[in-house]
């Protein structure tokens, strides 16, 4: 299958999951802006703050901030005009949230139109098995199209998925809809704690519009290298 989009390096997004600012910093001195973008979860936002944000954007990398915001419609609402405020390119919510409280994040993110709201749908590291004990019954494919049919009706930009959904995805939502997809391995690399991987390359093709890639980039010993060697993998596929 072909990619229903050109790839273009800042798909990429390159998860800084570090628990010092100085690491993180670090990272950044090793990567160029213009290849990729990066993500920023709770570890670093809850020790450093929107700071941490500011000086990342200062040193040219636009930045989904990753937090899953999973409260009462109101609350979220707040969230999400303080991520318009800080600047960043992306937020996301948990569609689990319910159908309120997607409508009061997409009312809240009007303010910046240029910033993407995403929902998460299933956690990458669970299983049918894992959904079960919380209750859900079916296999995850179909609770993440269930959550994203609810987030698509409520105006959101796209989900974050696994790149197992991409083509259930694609085959029944709207051509726009982003798809964010994290648990992404390139060839060879080790799954570690995500249990619905795929390679770059594969992603892309089936039609994701955003990779979260993480550690196969920061624990490199040449994360650049490394970088542009899933760049290339892409390109093979597409």
């Not at 990729?36 to 930045?63: A, D, M, Q």
Request: proline residues 4%; charged residues 25%; hydrophobic residues 40%.
């Amino acid at each position: 299958m072909k990619s229903r989009v050109q790839f273009d390096n800042r798909q990429i997004i390159v998860a800084l999951d570090f628990s010092s600012e100085s690491s993180c910093l670090g990272m950044l001195e090793k990567l160029d802006p213009a290849l990729c973008r990066v993500k920023i979860g709770k570890e670093l936002f809850t020790r450093y703050g929107p700071s941490l944000v500011r000086e990342i954007h200062k040193r040219g990398f636009e930045v989904f901030l990753d937090l899953k915001f999973h409260d009462i419609p109101n609350t979220v609402a707040g969230a999400i005009r303080a991520a318009v405020e800080l600047g960043v390119w992306m937020v996301n919510v948990h569609a689990s949230g319910g159908q309120a409280m997607l409508e009061a994040a997409r009312k809240a993110a009007d303010d910046n139109p240029a910033m993407k709201l995403v929902a998460v749908t299933v956690l990458t590291s669970l299983s049918a098995q894992d959904l079960l004990e919380t209750g859900v019954n079916g296999y995850p494919e179909q609770q993440v199209l269930r959550l994203a049919a609810m987030t698509a009706a409520c105006g959101l930009d796209g989900v974050v998925c696994s790149a197992k959904e991409i083509e259930l995805l694609r085959n029944n939502l709207d051509g726009d809809f982003l798809l964010v997809t994290p648990g992404i391995r390139p060839s060879g690399d080790d799954a570690s704690d995500q249990k619905r991987v795929e390679t770059p390359g594969r992603a892309i093709a089936k039609g994701a519009d955003y990779l979260v890639i993480g550690r196969p980039i920061t624990q490199a010993d040449d994360p650049t290298g490394k970088l542009q060697s899933i760049m290339k993998e892409i390109q093979s596929k597409i």
